[in-house]
Nanobody, 122 residues
Framework: QVQLVESGGGLVQAGGSVRLSCAASGPPRSRYTMGWFRQAPGKEREFVATISRSGDYIYYADSVKGRFTVSRDNAKNTVYLQMNGLKPEDTAVYYC???????????????WGQGTQVTVSS
């Protein structure tokens, strides 16, 4: 019943910045906890960040802490991932997901977007 669409990915040089957006659509509903995950070629899906329904609780993976910022605009039904100081190892397909509870485990999320590619060149 919830559809999520990521956008904003593309090519960027190391040290640059990218802002990803995830727009939610569907029938009227309450706000969800939102998570960001990424998956590089040949690698398992990795937790990036999560934000609670109100935005009061935010948690980041150690690998992105201090560089990435997750935020949400509930009036627009959109969550964002601002990525600064990008490194080649950040190259991956980035996915947003919606669930009931804050969690770093991808299996705890109920709805997923199609993903957007971020490629960081050195």
């Amino acid at each position: 019943q919830v559809q999520l669409v990521e956008s904003g990915g593309g090519l960027v040089q190391a040290g640059g910045s990218v802002r990803l957006s995830c727009a939610a659509s569907g029938p009227p509903r309450s706000r969800y906890t939102m998570g960001w995950f990424r998956q590089a070629p040949g690698k398992e899906r990795e937790f990036v960040a999560t934000i609670s329904r109100s935005g009061d609780y935010i948690y980041y993976a150690d690998s992105v802490k201090g560089r990435f910022t997750v935020s949400r605009d509930n009036a627009k039904n959109t969550v964002y991932l601002q990525m600064n100081g990008l490194k080649p190892e950040d190259t991956a397909v980035y996915y947003c997901a919606a669930g009931i509870l804050v969690d770093t485990n991808s299996r705890k999320y109920d709805y997923w977007g199609q993903g957007t590619q971020v490629t960081v060149s050195s």
